[in-house]
């Protein structure tokens, strides 16, 4: 069956402006995380759906950061006034429930900001 | 904020050699779990651990969960190139629903 999948799979932006990351769980996944992850680095939680109510969005570093998940399925995550230092590789992934314990990556998306 | 920590952050071996990396973490977790991301790719659920003192083995890879719940291992035995990648641990504490992963240690295999 279909895994993950996440769109674009790169992209690049010039600072100041908003980008929307979009996330496509594997289907009848209750929940979905996003991460972000550093080069060399492990994936850092940004924030979590369970259905469409987010649960924790301690994880995003500032106000610029949004996401959503409205009908419980498709995901977006919003970063305005993009800023060099948001290049990241941005990775989606989703659970069965969150108590599942396995989690489904997401191939990510490449954000550079020039 | 809660950390997990993970050593070493690199090893080369000999194909044939045996390979582990220890996780750390500075809280009590109520489980773990291993995930592997071979270079260019995502990281893909190897196991989860939940009791503590819990020894689980897949194939010629062992996972240990410590008794305090507060530190884990990986052991390769006789790797082989397949097995090249970054091996990652992730810490969930008490209910939260956040995985807190460690930096990660990466195996490369000489053939």
């Known amino acids: 069956g279909a895994g993950v999948s996440q769109s674009p799979r790169y992209k690049v932006t010039k600072r100041g402006q908003d980008v929307a990351l979009r996330c496509d769980p594997i289907s009848g996944h209750v929940s979905l995380y996003w991460y972000r992850q550093a080069l060399g680095q492990g994936p850092e939680f940004l924030t979590y759906?369970?259905?469409?109510?987010?649960?924790?969005k301690s994880g995003l570093p500032n106000d610029r950061f949004s996401a959503e998940r409205p009908e419980g399925s498709i995901s977006t995550l919003t970063i305005q006034r993009t800023e060099q230092r948001d290049s990241a590789m941005y990775r989606c992934?989703?659970?069965?429930?969150?108590?599942?314990?396995?989690?489904?990556f997401g191939p990510g998306t490449r954000l550079t900001v020039l | 904020g809660q950390q997990v920590m993970q050593i070493p952050q690199y090893q080369h071996v000999q194909e044939g050699e045996d390979f582990t990396t220890y996780c750390n973490s500075s809280?009590?977790?109520?489980?773990i779990q291993w995930y592997k991301q071979r270079p260019g790719g995502h990281p893909v659920f190897l196991i989860q651990?939940?009791?503590?003192?819990e020894v689980k083995k897949q194939k010629r890879l062992t996972f240990q969960f410590g008794e305090a719940k507060k530190n884990s291992s990986l052991h390769i035995t006789a790797t082989q190139t397949t097995d090249v990648g970054t091996y990652f641990c992730?810490?969930?504490?008490?209910?939260?629903?956040?995985?807190?992963f460690g930096s990660g240690t990466r195996l490369l295999v000489r053939p």
């Open positions: 651990l939940v009791k503590s003192g």
């Open positions: 809280t009590t977790l109520s489980n």
């Open positions: 992934a989703s659970s069965l429930r969150y108590s599942a314990g396995e989690q489904f």
């Open positions: 759906f369970n259905y469409e109510a987010q649960q924790d």
């Open positions: 992730a810490g969930r504490v008490d209910s939260s629903y956040k995985l807190i």
